[in-house]
């Protein structure tokens, strides 16, 4: 059974910092590249950020580049994926989640964790 729990959200003031985390398990994590989304009040969930299976290639959402940074984790009995965002805006406010990244593309993802809460105060 796929397991994903994102954790590290929390309120900060604007330009602070969180690092979230990802623990996954219940799947072959090496072989996935994995995104972080986020959803805001009344607006659809969005991709922030993708980091490869292997060679630690990364992209990221306009919005964010230079700011945040996903890196991850596959020593075994590890699975985790980070995010560190720095510079935070009040736009970034939203539930975070983490998920294999081309099954939510391909809109087969249905196993989605609980997120964390990001809220960025002005």
């Known amino acids: 059974e796929v397991q994903l729990v994102e954790s590290g959200g929390g309120l900060v003031q604007a330009g602070g910092s969180l690092r979230l985390s990802c623990a996954a398990s219940?799947?072959?994590?090496?072989?996935?590249?994995i995104g972080w989304f986020r959803q805001a009040p009344g607006k659809e969930r969005e991709g922030v950020a993708c980091?490869?299976?292997?060679?630690?290639?990364?992209?990221?959402a306009d919005s964010v580049k230079g700011r945040f940074t996903i890196s991850r984790d596959n020593a075994k009995n590890t699975n985790t994926v980070y995010l560190q965002m720095n510079s935070l805006e009040p736009a970034d406010t939203a539930v975070y989640y983490c998920?294999?990244?081309?099954?939510?593309?391909?809109?087969?993802?249905?196993?989605w964790g609980r997120g964390t809460q990001v809220t960025v105060s002005s």
């Open positions: 998920a294999p990244y081309f099954a939510v593309a391909a809109g087969t993802f249905r196993s």
């Open positions: 980091i490869s299976s292997r060679d630690g290639s990364t992209n990221y």
């Open positions: 219940g799947f072959t994590f090496d072989d996935y590249a």
